[in-house]
């Protein structure tokens, strides 16, 4: 999804910048950290220009709807390549600059593509490797076994979160009464039809995912319903895979209301419950779930050997070793239905590549909330759907990658 940059200007006089310093010393020291002091000397236009980009990257900040920073937060550096950035305290990654002026003028454009990302939110994060070399099967195929004829959508969001989230093949199973809808709306994955039980999956299921013998990853529930056939296959691929495998709003369901005992499941695990969810599995409340949402997934995390990713707004990842990380994004764009299932899929994609339960449920929960950023920025709070956030998961990806590379 294209995204428009973001953009602020500032102008400028040189003549009041320096007659402000001069009659005010201390103006230069609460405005401008030592280097740049040491840079500007007694050139009255490097003093302008510099005050001029602080102004602009603030008016950055503001369309951008981040907390404005101080001026002494944001410092002014020219790259042995001669362009200039502004290194802002608490953001992941440097703004580009354009400063120029004309006798008296001074004009600075602070530039970015979308929202900053700031150092605690990417805090813990880490991302699969990229290679050049790489191709396809480097990235894993991840198996999506979702829909019914009830909620054929969630089965094409889950395919295509994975694709999207950097899987290198997708199979997406759905059961033959929706293969024709969903399969002609996924051009990039490989759909198959599978026999159906009143108009959901039948217990068999198992039989077509064994026989993906390359799979890296399940994901399984989306949009699933819950027949008798739909429960009996859910059990079955929970017990029979040792396969990374994500389960989602129906496998939990069906997972609740038959007891599973997740510490017997042969492989990782990662379930992405809503409050409600997470309700039915605790036998609990939703009021009690959200009242401690992080002690409530750790304490469920370590006693049945999961990782938990709580959804909601700041979802919570905890691991079963008592690792925990919260998500600091604040999108209330993302409050829409399906968008659960596109999370389900990126965090499939992210098992897929090697990544282990805990930092596959982290990566995948920190792009999605960036996609969702973009979504909200470009469409306002409400009105966007998941489709849109599937297509922003790309460039939600790689900025957070380019923002951790830049820490080290």
């Not at 951008?64 to 502004?86: K, N, Q, T, Y």
């Not at 490797?129 to 396809?136: G, L």
């Not at 949009?223 to 296959?233: S, V």
């Amino acid at each position: 999804m294209p995204t428009k940059p973001l953009l602020g200007i500032d102008i400028t006089t040189v003549s009041r910048v320096n007659a402000l310093r001069l009659k005010r010393p201390e103006f230069a020291w609460r405005a401008f950290t030592g280097a740049e002091r040491a840079h500007c000397a007694d050139q009255a236009q490097r003093w302008a220009t510099r005050w001029a980009a602080k102004e602009a990257v603030r008016k950055l900040a503001g369309a951008a709807e981040v907390p404005l920073p101080g001026w002494l937060d944001i410092e002014v550096e020219i790259s042995a390549g001669g362009a200039p950035w502004a290194h802002v305290r608490g953001w992941a990654e440097p703004v580009a600059l354009s400063l120029s002026h004309e006798g008296d003028t001074a004009v600075a454009v602070a530039m970015a593509t979308d929202a900053p990302l700031t150092v605690d939110e990417i805090q813990g994060v880490i991302l699969p490797d990229r290679s050049a070399a790489a191709h396809k099967g480097s990235f894993g195929l991840v198996v999506v076994a979702a829909g019914s004829k009830s909620y054929s959508g969630a089965a094409y969001l889950a395919a295509m979160g994975a694709a999207r989230g950097g899987a290198g093949l997708v199979q997406l199973m759905v059961p033959e009464s929706i293969y024709q809808v969903v399969a002609a709306k996924c051009a990039e994955v490989m759909v198959t039809s599978i026999p159906d039980e009143d108009g959901g999956f039948s217990g068999m299921l198992w039989r077509w995912i064994d026989e993906a013998t390359h799979a890296s990853s399940v994901v399984i529930g989306c949009g699933l319903g819950q027949t008798l056939g739909a429960q009996r296959a859910v059990i079955e691929v929970l017990s029979r895979f040792a396969l990374p495998m994500v389960v989602d709003a129906d496998g939990l369901n069906t997972a609740a209301a038959k007891n599973v005992d997740w510490r017997r499941r042969p492989g990782p695990t990662v379930l992405t419950p809503h409050p409600a969810e997470m309700a039915r599995l605790c036998s609990s409340t939703v009021a009690e779930v959200q009242a401690d949402r992080l002690g409530v997934a750790k304490d469920f995390a370590a006693r049945h050997e999961v990782v938990v990713v709580l959804k909601g707004a700041h979802t919570v990842v905890a691991a079963p070793d008592g690792r925990s990380y919260t998500d600091s994004h604040d999108v209330v764009a993302l409050a829409t239905a399906g968008t659960g299932d596109v999370l389900a899929g990126v965090v499939g994609a992210m098992l897929a590549q090697g990544m282990d339960a805990y930092a596959a449920g982290v990566a995948a929960v920190t792009i999605h909330a960036e996609a969702g950023r973009a979504v909200q920025r470009e469409q306002g709070r409400s009105g966007g759907l998941a489709s849109d956030v599937i297509a922003a998961l790309p460039s939600a990806q790689e900025r957070t990658r380019r923002a951790i590379e830049a820490r080290r």
